[in-house]
């Protein structure tokens, strides 16, 4: 039997009042709100096998090596925990249900200058935001069991921000009753 996303999913969040950016990964205080941040996520799956992401320069800081390494696959192999933030077309996770997106991905100011030219609009990082990074994370998130859409197998979302997981429960079937 299967079951709406918004009866299955339930999406979480712990940023807020604030969206997560790489000036708020950086700061001082940068690597605890990292590490806070991992242990929160790891939280929220307990022992569960889930996948994360989170840009490749905050990967690399050495502050995600509580996360899990690797996932055992519905192939039965065992496949990489982290995928990059443009993890699109995979789908050797949809066995794993539970999927944690850790970060932020940011245009270039001058790339968003020129798509403000060429949009004509004033608002422009807030459309970038939401269709470029929302998207990926979205994107992401259906990496999991989430994609099987004849599976009534509950499964966990988990962002960084409010305004990711407001986002989601938009554009996705989230269920904001359930936590999503």
């Not at 800081?61 to 933030?85: E, F, K, Q, R």
């Not at 968003?112 to 990082?125: F, M, P, Q, S, V």
């Not at 994609?147 to 989601?168: L, P």
């Amino acid at each position: 039997s299967r079951l709406p996303l918004g009866e299955r999913v339930t999406l979480d969040h712990w940023l807020e009042h604030r969206n997560v950016a790489c000036t708020y990964l950086n700061d001082r205080a940068g690597p605890k709100r990292r590490r806070a941040r991992d242990l929160a996520g790891k939280g929220f799956f307990g022992d569960a096998p889930f996948i994360w992401s989170v840009g490749e320069s905050h990967r690399n800081s050495g502050d995600y090596n509580c996360l899990p390494t690797d996932v055992i696959g519905a192939d039965g192999h065992c496949h990489p925990a982290y995928l990059t933030p443009k993890a699109n077309g995979i789908n050797v996770y949809q066995n794993v249900h539970a999927a944690c997106w850790l970060g932020t991905i940011k245009l270039p100011s001058n790339l968003l200058e020129i798509i403000g030219r060429l949009w004509g609009r004033a608002d422009t990082r807030r459309m970038a935001l939401v269709e470029y990074e929302l998207y990926s994370c979205l994107q992401f998130l259906a990496r999991i069991n989430s994609r099987v859409f004849n599976s009534a197998d509950q499964v966990r979302h988990v962002v960084a921000a409010k305004i990711q997981a407001e986002s989601i429960a938009r554009r996705g079937d989230h269920d904001p009753a359930r936590g999503g």
